[in-house]
């Protein structure tokens, strides 16, 4: 655990200064067909300071968190800023100032388990599968965590310490059909270490089962009948398509480099019935699956409105874009690794719900597709976007048909979200995402499932 009163470095900081300790734990464990693929358990820790100088950022870090060290980075970041003002020369005006003071620890208070208790987990979980299911082609069990721990101090007043971690298992289930694979997979887990999420093996089953149900249908399943089509998009797949095609294109530096959304602020860019925010901590009385309170800039994390009925309302900012945009920032800069700068990132980004029941949803639909779960996907700074699908349902005359194959679909966020008419009353987080904006991260998304228009791909 990081204890180190980062205060009496503060007499060294010249002008804005971030200064940041932080270590990332990591477990992995992963089966596939009862063999051991990986077994690891990594750390990686150090301390990295940054100072603004008119306009110019000076970074440097280390993995040593020494008392030299520490003041060793702060002279170093200083003289970086100095040196890129002198050359850059960019005169802006200071930063804004919105700091604040947190604490917040999700550190389980049970013992911690054991690396060979995690694989004897996952074992008996692999062995519930192949007792109940011997006929699979193939299954994969894997476990995995993750714990960010960082202190923070700013010149302004800022203080902070986070632990959050996350912890989940991994299930993969591929049958033959035909002589073709077909596969199934899911994420279970969340916000929390493995001994507060995942007592044991017994509360998975249940979900293990259904995944082998939805197996058994897809092997059985049929193409899509490719084209714009009436459909609902599960939870999973709203949260990436408000996630990836809505929401970095409202990133102020991705904004700034010429992304679509610059030309619909203040501008309907969705159906009415469709706000997107991304939440700092809390959402609808419960607590985010990515909790920030300060961000690692030392602000103040609040939730940032994107579109509010239909209307673009605001990007998500660093200190700088929020100055040079003249709004106050709302703690959207992160940063993976110590030694990484931090970035203007999405932190639990969701469609809100809506009033409608799911079942009224797919009663609506005369004939079209209920998509489920995501497989993979890319979407661009023109909101333009293609994700696979990997589990869905066809939709004739208002009830659940057959299941279908593998199938993507596509099209340009903004059009579609115009052409939202129903949204589930019923709120659900994908709590295992990583976004990949140049350094990894972890995110929340999710939402309602939504009804809409959307190209799909057939056979």
């Not at 519930?128 to 011997?134: E, N, R």
């Not at 912890?167 to 899911?186: N, Q, R």
């Not at 102020?252 to 501008?267: E, F, H, M, P, R």
């Not at 609808?284 to 309302?313: M, R, S, W």
Request: charged share 25%; hydrophobic share 35%; proline share 4%.
């Amino acid at each position: 655990m990081l204890n180190l009163n980062l205060n009496q470095f503060k007499e060294l900081f010249s002008g804005y200064t971030e200064l940041r300790l932080q270590e990332n734990r990591s477990i992995g464990i992963g089966m596939v067909k009862g063999n051991l693929t990986a077994n690891s358990r990594s750390a990686s820790k150090g301390v990295s300071a940054r100072v603004w100088k008119n306009g110019s950022w000076g970074f440097a870090s280390s993995p040593d968190i020494s008392s030299e060290s520490i003041k060793s980075v702060i002279s170093e970041a200083s003289s970086n800023a100095s040196f890129l003002d002198s050359r850059e020369k960019k005169g802006k005006k200071p930063l804004p100032v919105s700091g604040g003071v947190y604490h917040a620890d999700f550190s389980t208070k049970k013992p911690r388990l054991s690396q060979k208790e995690l694989i004897d987990f996952v074992r008996r979980l692999d062995d519930y599968i192949t007792g109940k299911y011997p006929g699979l082609l193939s299954r994969t069990v894997s476990l995995s965590a993750l714990d960010m721990e960082k202190q923070l101090i700013t010149s302004d007043g800022s203080e902070s310490y986070s632990m959050t971690p996350r912890s989940f298992v991994y299930f993969s289930l591929s049958a033959d059909s035909d002589g073709k694979p077909v596969e199934v997979s899911d994420l279970f887990g969340g916000l929390g270490q493995f001994e507060d999420r995942l007592q044991s093996p017994d509360q998975l089953f249940e979900k293990i089962d259904r995944l082998y149900e939805h197996l058994m249908r897809k092997k059985e399943g049929v193409h899509p009948e490719a084209g714009v089509r009436e459909c609902i998009l599960d939870a999973e797949l709203a949260g990436i398509l408000a996630h990836e095609a809505i929401g970095h294109t409202t990133e102020a530096d991705l904004v700034i480099s010429g992304s679509v959304a610059g030309q619909y602020l203040n501008k309907e860019a969705a159906s009415p019935l469709v706000t997107i925010v991304d939440y700092a901590n809390t959402a609808l009385g419960e607590t985010c699956p990515v909790p920030v309170y300060i961000d690692d800039e030392g602000v103040k994390a609040q939730d940032a409105v994107i579109i509010e009925n239909g209307i673009l309302k605001n990007f998500m900012h660093n200190r700088e874009t929020a100055g040079d945009f003249g709004v106050k920032p709302l703690g959207n800069a992160r940063a993976f690794r110590f030694s990484d700068e931090p970035l203007i990132r999405m932190r639990n980004t969701a469609i809100n719900p809506g009033t409608s029941k799911l079942e009224d949803m797919i009663a609506s639909i005369e004939d079209g597709y209920y998509l489920i779960r995501p497989s993979n996907g890319q979407a661009d700074s023109t909101s333009e976007f293609m994700f696979g699908v990997s589990l869905g349902y066809e939709i004739k005359k208002g009830k659940l048909g057959r299941a279908i194959m593998d199938t993507t679909i596509s099209g340009v966020a903004f059009d579609v979200l115009k052409t939202v008419s129903m949204i589930s009353n019923e709120m659900k987080w994908l709590s295992g995402g990583m976004c990949g904006k140049k350094q990894p991260i972890p995110v929340g998304l999710g939402g309602p499932a939504i009804k809409c228009k959307v190209n799909l791909g057939g056979k």
